[in-house]
């Protein structure tokens, strides 16, 4: 069984479009979720954490549902720059290693 | 920010021969590193955990006769590939847990082809 599902994708959006990504996990018991993005041959980075009152970043705004094992992620007036794969986190406890997705391809375009 | 430098970038062996990736912790100790492992339209997977003077831990299905890592000091890890084949071709990446206790800090990744 997969640890952490996420759609594949491609999302192919126009500039200022909004797009959802949704992200399941399969451990209850995982205490940290993240949103990362990872751009074609580079390391993935940090885009946001994800807390269970659900948080916003600018036109980033995160949502999770514990009793769901379910994360989200919404982008607002999506930029050429978004274009990249996003990837859903999660995290067992902290200082052990990130569980990763497979991530989802966003495509941006003008 | 905390910095983890990887080398090298990238790197083409021939099929029987060794490559060794490392990473640097620039400015914190990086008591554990975490090794990952990324083929084409897949996630980064988990392939060892490795704690400063101590043995390794690798994941299922990982030989770790094969990839081989050492985590001597504070500040550096190392993976060797081991009689690499072509199906190692993959992009390698490291990560450590902190600084910080909720932080993690990404290597820039190793693409490794074997020819």
């Known amino acids: 069984r997969k640890e952490v599902e996420q759609d594949p994708g491609p999302f192919n959006v126009p500039e200022g479009a909004t797009v959802a990504f949704n992200c399941t996990y399969s451990?209850?018991?995982?205490?940290?979720f993240f949103w990362y993005r990872q751009d074609c041959r580079k390391e993935p980075k940090l885009l946001m954490s994800?807390?269970?009152s659900g948080n916003e970043d600018g036109r980033f705004t995160a949502q999770l549902n514990r009793a769901s094992q379910y994360i989200s992620l919404l982008i607002r007036d999506s930029k050429l720059s978004d274009s990249a794969t996003y990837l859903c986190?999660?995290?067992?406890?902290?200082?052990?290693?990130?569980?990763f997705g497979k991530g989802t391809t966003l495509s941006v375009s003008s | 920010g905390a910095v983890v430098s990887q080398h090298p970038s990238r790197v083409i062996c021939k099929s029987g021969t060794s490559v060794k990736i490392e990473c640097r912790s620039l400015?914190?100790?990086?008591?554990?590193m975490f090794w990952y492992r990324q083929f084409p339209k897949q996630s980064l997977m988990l392939m060892a955990t490795?704690?400063?003077?101590?043995?390794?831990?690798?994941e299922q299905g990982v030989e770790k006769d094969k990839f081989l890592i050492n985590h001597a000091s504070l500040t550096l890890s190392t993976l060797t590939v081991t009689s690499a084949h072509p199906e190692d071709s993959s992009f390698y990446i490291c990560?450590?847990?902190?600084?910080?206790?909720?932080?993690?800090?990404f290597g820039s990744g190793t693409r490794l082809t074997v020819v």
């Open positions: 986190v999660v995290n067992d406890q902290a200082g052990t290693a990130l569980i």
């Open positions: 451990n209850s018991a995982s205490q940290s």
């Open positions: 994800v807390y269970s």
């Open positions: 400015d914190f100790q990086a008591t554990t």
């Open positions: 490795s704690n400063e003077g101590s043995k390794a831990t690798y």
């Open positions: 990560s450590t847990s902190g600084p910080d206790t909720y932080g993690y800090t």
